[in-house]
């Protein structure tokens, strides 16, 4: 069985797609899904406190 890999992003990256999420006026989660990124859970965006940063 394989483990799964859990993602870490870097505060100054989740800043600047939360900033990114604001200047097209659409949702983080939206944002983080281009992105790559989960916007919900684990180190993703809006779960991990990076909204309204």
């Known amino acids: ?24 006026d659409q949702p983080v989660t939206d944002t983080a899904r281009d992105l790559g990124v989960n916007g919900n859970t684990g180190d ?3 779960g991990n406190g990076a909204v309204g940063a």
């Open 1 to 24: 069985m394989s483990e799964k890999k859990v993602k870490t992003y870097k505060a100054e990256f989740k800043e600047s797609a939360v900033k990114l999420a604001v200047e097209f």
């Open 44 to 46: 993703g965006l809006a």
